[in-house]
C-alpha cells in the first residue's frame, strides 16, 4: 500500500527555520512528481513547491520563492522542503503529494504535519 508519511513540522518564530520530511513507500518514487501543498485554516490548499524528477525541474509559489526550497532523494524515497525565514502566514497544515499520469492519474497525499510560526 502506498504511504507517504510527513515529520517536522512544529512551532517556531517568525524569522526561524524549520525542515519537513516526507518519506514515500509501496511505489517507484522517481517516477512521479513530488509536491507540498499547504492549507491555512478557511483557505484552500495551494501548492507551495514542486520537483519533477525528470530534468530535476523545481516550482515554487511566489509566495516562498527565495525562502524555501524542495529536494528529494530517489535513493532515500524521501522529499524535503527546508523553509527559511518563516512568516506567521506560513502557518498551514503542510501536505506531500506524489503524482503521475500513466494512463490514468495516480494521486497520493499524506496525512499533513502542523507548521506554526508564532512569537
Known amino acids: 500500500q502506498v504511504q507517504l508519511v510527513e515529520s517536522g513540522g512544529g512551532l517556531v518564530q517568525p524569522g526561524g527555520s524549520l525542515r519537513l520530511s516526507c518519506a514515500a513507500s509501496e511505489f517507484t518514487f522517481s517516477n512521479y512528481a513530488m509536491s507540498w501543498y499547504r492549507q491555512a485554516p478557511g483557505k484552500e490548499r495551494e501548492l507551495v513547491a514542486r520537483s519533477i524528477s525528470v530534468g530535476l525541474t523545481t516550482n515554487y509559489a511566489d509566495s516562498v520563492k527565495g525562502r524555501f526550497t524542495i529536494v528529494r532523494d530517489n535513493a532515500k524515497n524521501t522529499v524535503y522542503l527546508q523553509m527559511n525565514s518563516l512568516k506567521p502566514e506560513d502557518t498551514a497544515v503542510y501536505f506531500c503529494?506524489?503524482?503521475?499520469?500513466?494512463?490514468?492519474?495516480?494521486?497520493?497525499w499524506g496525512q499533513g504535519t502542523q507548521v506554526t510560526v508564532s512569537s
Open positions: 503529494n506524489a503524482r503521475k499520469y500513466g494512463g490514468v492519474w495516480y494521486d497520493y
